[in-house]
């Protein structure tokens, strides 16, 4: 897989016990920086990364 970036096209909020919760917006560009077999796990400008399930592709998230 070659791909370098996704956008969000909808909103993504994170959210972990006992930390406030991690809101992207919609339009935001992540870093892919590989994929699993079931995911992406991609990466914000600050370096926060999480995983993107692909079955969410053209619902939350699109190759950009």
Do not use: C, H, Y
Request: overall charge negative; hydrophobic content about 45%.
């Amino acid at each position: 897989m070659d791909l370098k970036a996704i956008e969000l096209i909808e909103p993504v909020t994170l959210t972990k016990d006992n930390f406030a919760p991690k809101v992207f917006d919609k339009g935001t560009i992540l870093k892919v920086i590989m994929p699993t077999p079931t995911s992406l796990l991609v990466s914000d400008d600050d370096g926060f990364s999480f995983t993107v399930a692909f079955d969410q592709e053209n619902k939350v998230w699109r190759k950009f």
